[in-house]
């Protein structure tokens, strides 16, 4: 089965502060997503990408930034954290090879600025 | 635009009764549909996907039947379980999206004894 890894998975951080979300995955597969659950929001996509070396806006990326230095890892930067960004987050990856379009999860990261 | 529509946000049964979570889709496009599971403190886990029009999927006694007329992916099962007591999310891949998924805001089931 896919492995898709998390670090840290409970972070607290200040407002202001510098925040590194970490994600790694052993399937070789192609594609990266980080995700943000809210209640009542369900899975809001962040950031997402192709490849090494590629990231790509999702549908909520103001204050986020992603970087993705390899096919295994993938990281989601939180610049200067707002209270608002409080959140579970979590990673998954997918390739159109495991389809159709199936992604697999990592265990999440539960984030709180205070 | 491209949308899923989860229409309960919580669910209620007695274990051993039918259950059926709603999910709706709206695409231009080509859809696939899915349904994922998450139980408390875990990650969401795919528990079936869909097949063609009007074909019924199945996976751990749960079944769900993808009606292109309808845009429609409803999630059933006959006999709920208190294991399956958790999250449920429907979502969305549509042909333009690359592999990207729209969830819908997802369905709390809690199975009582």
């Known amino acids: 089965e896919a492995a898709v890894t998390q670090s840290p998975r409970n972070k607290v951080a200040v407002t202001g502060g510098k925040v590194t979300l970490s994600c790694n995955q052993t399937n070789n597969h192609n594609n990266m997503y980080w995700y943000r659950q809210d209640t009542g929001h369900g899975l809001r996509l962040i950031h997402y990408s192709y490849g090494a070396g590629s990231t790509e806006k999702g549908d909520i990326p103001d204050g986020y930034k992603a970087s993705r230095p390899s096919q295994e890892n993938f990281s989601l930067i939180l610049e200067l954290a707002t209270p608002s960004q409080t959140s579970v987050y979590f990673c998954?990856?997918?390739?159109?090879?495991?389809?159709?379009?199936?992604?697999?999860f990592g265990p999440g990261t539960r984030l709180t600025v205070l | 635009g491209d949308s899923v529509t989860q229409t309960e946000g919580l669910v209620t049964l007695t274990k051993g009764l039918p259950v059926m979570l709603n999910c709706t889709y709206q695409t231009t496009y080509s859809p696939f549909l899915f349904w994922y599971v998450q139980h408390l403190n875990e990650a969401p886990k795919l528990l079936l996907k869909s097949s063609t029009d009007n074909k019924r999927t199945e996976h751990q006694g749960f079944y769900a039947t993808l009606h292109k007329s309808s845009s429609s992916f409803h999630l059933q099962k006959s006999s709920v379980q208190l294991s399956d007591s958790a999250l449920y999310f429907c979502?969305?891949?549509?042909?333009?999206?690359?592999?990207?998924?729209?969830f819908g805001t997802g369905t709390l089931l809690s199975v009582k004894p």
């Open positions: 979502a969305l891949n549509y042909g333009g999206s690359g592999n990207k998924l729209i």
């Open positions: 998954a990856s997918g390739d159109v090879g495991t389809g159709p379009y199936e992604q697999y």
